[in-house]
Every structure is written in structure tokens, then in C-alpha cells.
């Protein structure tokens, strides 16, 4: 005679049968079928299609290949620079994790290549207070022919927050310069490292150049959201900016801009906010 069990009975035979799912730590990290380590190992392939896949795909698995990060460091002397971009994004997405791989990328930032040397100072900048050692470069590239360098060396600069003279003295240069994006971020650099609240009106000048160019043009500006999101970060002592703020969030043709300026105005000063009815 056949016995059968019942079916609640047979799950729990069948459960207890099942090994306990290991915590997410433990498991391996894959991506496409390989694990960190065997997407490392191609980085090594005498097949440059292969080199730049597995540099695409570590950068997917980032930031959970920190086991990759010596391979990707001696990857950034590649001699196809198509795999270096792949390869900077991933050690951007480790964070501090990636301080090993410091003296490699300083040596990108010599790239004639503005793509490769932006990604660079990207990865600097998100080693933060850690990176300490490449602050001169990074004041170097204030100075860079590319805006976007320019741009993104002063939020690295903010983001190692070095209160030196030479640091602050080549950030309030920048507050110079002819293209709006570094200056913004020179702004929000001096305010993160000094706390200084003479940047304020910088920001504000920003915002309203910007929002003017934008709206005859009916584009987004990226400029303009870096200076709207760095008054927000100022909070409550960036009140001098509340009336651009409201008049922005109300009347910006592009609608990311009204919603950038109204994030800022409640963080400045949320009564307000309510006053002008933005949610």
C-alpha cells in the first residue's frame, strides 16, 4: 500500500532536506556567469575586447568587487585606453576601499584624454579625506583645459575637505572662472572645508545666470542644479537665497530646475516653502 504524505508534511521534509541560505555576505558575487575574481583575471587577456568586457563588467559588479581592486589598479596602465574608463568607474564605486589604487590613477590625471582624466579626479574624489595625497594634482587641475576636469577636481578638493591655505587660495581662484560648473562647485568645496558663508552669494549669482540662459535656450542646466543643491546643502544660513529660490521653483521653464530650487527652498527654509505653496 502506497502512503501518502499530506502536502504541509511533505514541505516540511522536504525544507528541512535544504541547507540554510548562506547571509548575502557569504555569497559569491557574479555577474554574466563569472565571479569578481574570474572577471579579474581576464582584465589580464591578450584579447582587448575581452580586457574592456571584463573592466564593463567588475564596474557592474562595484561596489562588491573589492576583491578585484589590485587587478583593476595595474589594469589603469592598460594600452587600450578604452578599458581605462570602464576600469576608473569601478574604483570610483569602491569609495575609500579603493586608497591602494591612488598613486595609479594620479598618474591618468597626465591623460590627454578629458574623459579619462574626469573619471580620474571622480575616483580621487570618492577615496575622500583619504586622498590627501593628491591634492596638488587636483589644484593642478583646476587649471584644466576641460570644464568638466575643472569642474569635478574642486568637488574632490571638498570632498578630501583639506583646510589648507594653498587648497582654499586655488579654490577662491576658481570662483573666476569664465564657465559656471566650476565655479559652483569651487563654492561648495570652500563651504564643506571652511564653512565660509561669503561663497552664498557666488551661488546665488550662479543660479540666476544660469536660470536666465536656460530658460531662453528652454534647456536643463546642469550648472544650475549644482549651485540650487549646494545652497540646500548650506541649509538655514543660505537664507540671503530664498527669494531666487522661490521665484525659481515657481517659474523655471524646466521642470527638473523648479524641483531642484524647491528642494533647496525647504531645506533653507521650509515656512517659506509652505508660504509659497511649493510641496
Known amino acids: 500500500m502506497k502512503l501518502f504524505l499530506p502536502v504541509w508534511c511533505a514541505a516540511l521534509v522536504l525544507g528541512a532536506q535544504q541547507p540554510e541560505p548562506r547571509p548575502p555576505q557569504e555569497r559569491a558575487v557574479t555577474y554574466k556567469g563569472k565571479s569578481v575574481l574570474e572577471w579579474a583575471g581576464l582584465l589580464k587577456s591578450q584579447d582587448a575586447k575581452q580586457r574592456l ?22 589594469a589603469l596602465s592598460d594600452p587600450d585606453e578604452e578599458v581605462i574608463q570602464p576600469v576608473l568607474i569601478a574604483l570610483d564605486k569602491m ?55 575643472r569642474g569635478n577636481s574642486a568637488l574632490a578638493l571638498g570632498l578630501i575637505r583639506q583646510n589648507s591655505e594653498g587648497t582654499c587660495a586655488a579654490l577662491r581662484g576658481t570662483l573666476s572662472d569664465k564657465e559656471h560648473y566650476p565655479r559652483a562647485h569651487a563654492a561648495l ?11 552664498i552669494r557666488d551661488l546665488i549669482d550662479i543660479a540666476e545666470k544660469t536660470k536666465i540662459i536656460a530658460d531662453a535656450e528652454n534647456q536643463y542646466s546642469m550648472d544650475n542644479q549644482v549651485a540650487l543643491q549646494a545652497l540646500g546643502e548650506m541649509g538655514a544660513v543660505a537664507k540671503d537665497s530664498v527669494p531666487v529660490l522661490i521665484e525659481q521653483a515657481l517659474h523655471s521653464k524646466n521642470t527638473a530646475m523648479r524641483e531642484a530650487a524647491g528642494v533647496a527652498l525647504k531645506k533653507i527654509d521650509p515656512e517659506a516653502a509652505a508660504k509659497a505653496g511649493i510641496k
Open 53 to 74: 568586457l571584463a573592466a564593463q563588467c567588475l564596474a557592474r559588479l562595484s561596489p562588491a568587487a573589492t576583491e578585484a581592486i589590485p587587478a583593476l589598479t595595474d
Open 95 to 149: 569609495g575609500p576601499k579603493a586608497k591602494s589604487a591612488l598613486v595609479a590613477i594620479l598618474k591618468v590625471l597626465r591623460n590627454n584624454d578629458p574623459t579619462l582624466r574626469c573619471h580620474a579626479v571622480n575616483a580621487i574624489g570618492s577615496i575622500g579625506p583619504e586622498a590627501v595625497a593628491a591634492v596638488p594634482a587636483l589644484i593642478d587641475r583646476l587649471k584644466d583645459t576641460d570644464v568638466l576636469v
Open 189 to 199: 568645496a570652500l563651504w564643506r572645508i571652511t564653512r565660509t558663508t561669503t561663497v
